[in-house]
């Protein structure tokens, strides 16, 4: 059986009767944007960094095959660049959803470009829930992505994309970039051995 996080994250009322909520996103968040908000803008959050550490069993691989997607590991000093949304409260449904295997809404500091700063929404997949994988060396996870792939589609494109979203907001992620890299080295041996 896989996690389900639907009804933990229903039960969290963070924010009282708020209408709307800020939510910083870090990973498909940023460039899967299948939810409706009312502004966006780029934002950062303080004392974590992204880490390939968690699995999918639902979006980029399979419980049998589980991929390897973001989560937040705590870092003191460590920036973590993403991409914020202001959001009805409403979304949150939706948001449950897509983020039911293993990742949990915390309340979370986001500080925007211009310096001001705002509480809101993470979602945030920590080291006991069942999905999560845990470290792996970068070449070890690159080689794990390029064979995985689930109902949102392959685990290679999910971080192509992420680099490629974290580039256009001007964001340097040595982590994400050193097994982006990676992945385009296999994939070229790949082509080059299939006949
Ligand atoms: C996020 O993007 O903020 C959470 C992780 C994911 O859905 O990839």
């Not at 995985?148 to 340097?172: F, M, V, W």
Request: aromatic content about 10%.
């Amino acid at each position: 059986m896989s996690v389900n996080t639907i009804e933990e994250n229903r039960s969290r009322n963070l924010f009282g009767d708020q209408d709307e909520a800020w939510l910083f996103g870090y990973g498909s968040l940023i460039y899967l944007v299948d939810f409706p908000y009312l502004e966006s803008k780029p934002a950062s959050i303080e004392g974590w960094s992204r880490r390939f550490w968690q699995g999918s069993h639902d979006h980029r691989g399979t419980i049998d095959n589980p991929g390897r997607v973001v989560t937040l590991i705590e870092e003191p000093g460590a920036v973590c660049g993403g991409l914020a949304f202001r959001v009805e409260a409403s979304v949150f449904a939706q948001l449950d959803e897509r983020e039911k295997n293993g990742y949990l809404r915390v309340a979370t500091e986001m500080t925007f470009v211009d310096g001001s700063a705002a509480t809101g929404v993470t979602y945030l997949a920590t080291a006991d829930n069942e999905a999560y994988l845990g470290e792996a060396g970068e070449y070890e996870i690159a080689e794990h992505i390029c064979h995985a792939h689930g109902p949102s589609g392959t685990n290679s494109d999910y971080l192509l994309e992420l680099a490629i979203a974290l580039r256009g907001l001007g964001l340097q992620d040595d982590h994400v970039f050193a097994i982006e890299t990676h992945i385009l080295e296999i994939q070229d041996q790949m082509k080059s051995t299939s006949p």
